[in-house]
């Protein structure tokens, strides 16, 4: 039995997800077969119809907790065109050579690895025009090309295909995914913060709360796959695992969890950003 | 006998070069091998010590040419940042698969392939942060991605890349050129202009002169491509010489030139842009 609070997480998601699709397609997405069909059609391949869009909702959620009427709904495009993008270039046959993404098959499967390759440049491009159009541009197109760049997915997916088959250590792979995945979830949060016009104190509040889930959703991620039998990730070298119990991750997911909330628990409309937190968490279970 | 304009244009040409160099390397490029050293490495292997900085000077001398005071020096970088980009992907095995780019091996052949895809994407991050320092963010940032995205560079690469071996029309020649090199080109003039705060007026006709000039720069690379022997470009379907003589492209060239000038002749500060034109125009007697 779900709890009213629940279900009002379980209806904004969706809401947010809608929105997000909706401007995504209409918006930013509707003209970019205009020279290149191809390139077009790959472009959409890759952002539409598919992700739970985690970025755009902390995004959207910060700001509307932060200020009931900021629309961030150009810096939620951004991010997820930006991540869109990252996963393009992520799964391409240099990279991780993934076949599959989001239950279809990856953009380089589908369209070849030069369209995928010009695809998730277009993407990268559009993440900041997309970025250019909020209201503080200057602010949010540094914040975007930090988390994209080498101070985040680039060096995060470097040091992750260096870390190949070899050992780390667990600092490292905090640092890996920090890199990875946390600066563009900790975006996610400081643009929300942004569009709501936040100040430096609930920026950082809310970006804190986003950091620590975001380890913990990498926690739970590795859970789930040591899970899967024959998964890739169970026999990589660089998961939680390979430092904790399933136990002990478990705890640490936890931890973690409770750290982000308490971040952002004084804010008296973060209710549906803590209801997240534990949403994120449960999936282990 | 070199007259004392083209003297004055050859000391500027190398003094705003070096001004580039020097921004790139010490402001741009110094820390990013902070998280993961081989791409830092890689992404300055890509943009430092090469290239003729065609678009930071533009950049730089439309900003002089409407106001002497002006400060284009972050976006110049952003424009070699953006390019140096385009450069690393368009040479990467599934594109062009070039092993050699301004005289060394390109960055895919010393890095390898998975390297490479990940400092171009860092390149276009950080020519983004670059542009967003200078005085009007929102603008700059959305006028750089225009020019590397889907309305240009993106679309330019696939088109070139899907016209291989096949006959095109010199309208498509020209659009493909228009997207893969003369956005961002016309876009280095458009930088200037609005790091000179310019008038839309002013604008047009500086974006007008850049755009001309940047056709012919193509028009001229296709006439000096056809004299070397064994070149690649030479056997290829999609040049200017597969639609006119040596002698009608030199004189199409020469018209562009001439039509970029008139752009721009009634600006008292356009004189070194003007002999500029005429430079790279005299690449190919």
Redesign the interface.
């Known amino acids: 039995m779900k709890t009213l609070e629940e279900q009002e997480l379980t209806g904004r998601i969706a809401e947010d997800a809608g929105l997000v699709e909706k401007a995504l397609a209409e918006r930013w997405l509707s003209?970019?077969?205009?020279?290149?069909p191809?390139?077009?059609e790959a472009?959409r391949w890759a952002v539409l119809g598919g992700g739970k869009r985690v970025r755009a909702f902390l995004c959207l959620e910060t700001a509307r907790a932060l200020a009931p009427e900021a629309d961030a709904l150009d810096y939620a495009c951004a991010l997820e065109l930006l991540h869109a993008?990252?996963l393009v270039?992520d799964d391409?046959p240099?990279?991780d050579n993934d076949e599959m993404r989001r239950g279809k098959p990856s953009c380089h499967k589908k369209f070849?690895?030069?369209?995928a390759?010009?695809?998730?440049?277009?993407l990268?491009?559009?993440a900041?025009?997309a970025?250019?159009?909020g209201p503080y541009?200057?602010r949010a197109?540094?914040l975007?090309?930090?988390a994209?760049?080498?101070?985040g997915?680039?060096?995060?997916?470097?040091?992750d295909?260096?870390s190949e088959g070899k050992r780390i250590t667990l600092a490292q792979l905090k640092?890996l995914q920090r890199?990875k995945t946390g600066r563009l979830i900790r975006a996610s949060a400081e643009l929300g913060a942004l569009a709501a016009s936040a100040s430096a104190d609930e920026t950082r509040d809310f970006a804190a709360y986003a950091e620590a889930i975001g380890l913990a959703f990498q926690v739970t991620d590795d859970l789930l796959d040591a899970g899967e039998e024959g998964s890739d990730r169970a026999r990589d070298l660089a998961t939680f695992l390979c430092f904790m119990t399933p136990e002990e991750a478990r705890a640490y997911a936890s931890e973690l969890t409770e750290t982000g909330k308490d971040a952002i628990r004084k804010y008296p409309g973060a209710g549906l950003l803590l209801s997240f937190a534990d949403r994120l968490l449960a999936r282990t279970y």
């Open positions: 003209d970019v077969g205009t020279y290149a191809l390139l077009g472009m993008s990252s270039h391409m240099e990279m070849g690895p030069a369209i390759l010009m695809a998730g440049d277009a990268i491009a559009l900041f025009e970025a250019s159009k541009a200057a197109v540094s975007l090309a930090e994209g760049g080498w101070q997915i680039a060096s995060g997916q470097t040091l295909l260096l640092e890199l």
